[in-house]
């Protein structure tokens, strides 16, 4: 049996349009949009849902009643002790607010720290390019109002 070579050389381009396209999901993430799609689950519509205070009730799944038995064991229907008959779940400004949090990553970037370092030396320097730069701006102002008022007589 022949050993097989290496497909690709140290140093060498691949070949072009070879592997995975830019923004092509992998394995994993196609089967969870996959799965998110069959079941028709879309986390930011119910992220939305939940900071609107507007998710549906799960105990009585949008009917206002629940059934219970009483102490005859007779089965009787009463007001959703979760929702109390409104058909949307009751969420705690808690739960409210981690949401939003949550959907503000949908929508903008996350920002980074930035560290920056002091160095006295450096604002010496920033101070006199501060001073030139005024010096300049009342320098050009000064001209500038005299050739304005040379202009208007």
Same mark, same amino acid.
């Given at each position: 049996?022949?050993? !097989?070579? /290496?497909?690709? #050389?140290?140093? #060498? !381009? ?6 995975? +396209?830019? @923004? ?19 986390? &930011?519509? &119910?992220?939305? #849902? ?16 629940? /059934?219970?038995?009483? +102490? +005859? ?36 970037? +996350?920002? /980074? ?20 730069? !005024?010096? &300049?701006?009342? #320098? &050009? ?8 008022? @040379?202009?208007?007589?």
């Amino acid at each position: 049996m022949q050993k !097989r070579g /290496k497909p690709f #050389q140290k140093g #060498q !381009r691949r070949l072009p349009n070879a592997g995975r +396209k830019k @923004g092509t999901p992998n394995k994993a993430t196609w089967d969870v949009q996959a799965a998110a799609e069959k079941y028709g689950c879309n986390p &930011f519509e &119910f992220l939305a #849902q939940a900071v609107n205070g507007d998710l549906p009730c799960n105990v009585c799944r949008g009917v206002g009643k629940t /059934k219970y038995m009483d +102490k +005859k064991g007779r089965l009787l229907m009463r007001t959703c002790e979760s929702c109390y008959g409104t058909l949307r779940e009751k969420l705690s400004p808690d739960t409210r607010v981690r949401a939003a949090s949550e959907l503000a990553a949908y929508i903008a970037p +996350k920002r /980074k720290a930035i560290e920056h370092s002091f160095d006295p030396a450096q604002q010496e320097q920033m101070e006199e390019r501060l001073c030139k730069g !005024r010096e &300049f701006m009342e #320098q &050009f102002l000064t001209e500038r109002l005299k050739k304005d008022k @040379g202009e208007s007589k």
